[in-house]
């Protein structure tokens, strides 16, 4: 069993930055890959980017490449989303969720993002 909970949104002003943490429970936390979704009012929800579990690679979809990275810190079982150069259209809840046997098994709550232009 793994609980996430993400921190750190807000409001920013457009071209500005914020980082999302994500904490984890459980002894398990290095073995997940951990993903990092977003959904916007009136849209379905969609994927950001992921970090694995093995050797910390990262990938991320195209919109958000370039301006935000992922890390992840195993001894404090929490994940991060560094967020760059903001835009309105980024504004969305962000939620994390682990990844294990090809399948996200744990979700956070999610914590609202608000980019103001």
């Known amino acids: 069993q793994v609980q996430l909970v993400e921190s750190g949104g807000g409001l920013v002003q457009a071209g500005g930055s914020l980082r999302l943490s994500c904490a984890a429970s459980g002894r398990a936390f290095s073995s997940y890959a951990m993903g990092w979704f977003r959904q916007a009012l009136g849209k379905e929800r969609e994927f950001v980017g992921r970090?694995?579990?093995?050797?910390?690679?990262?990938y991320y979809t195209d919109s958000v490449k370039s301006r935000f990275i992922i890390s992840r810190d195993n001894a404090k079982n929490t994940a991060y989303l560094q967020m760059n150069s903001l835009d309105p259209e980024d504004t969305a809840g962000y939620y994390c969720?682990?990844?294990?046997?090809?399948?996200?098994?744990?979700w956070g709550q999610g914590t609202q993002v608000t980019v103001s232009s």
């Open positions: 970090i694995s579990a093995s050797d910390g690679s990262t």
């Open positions: 969720a682990a990844h294990r046997d090809a399948k996200y098994g744990y």
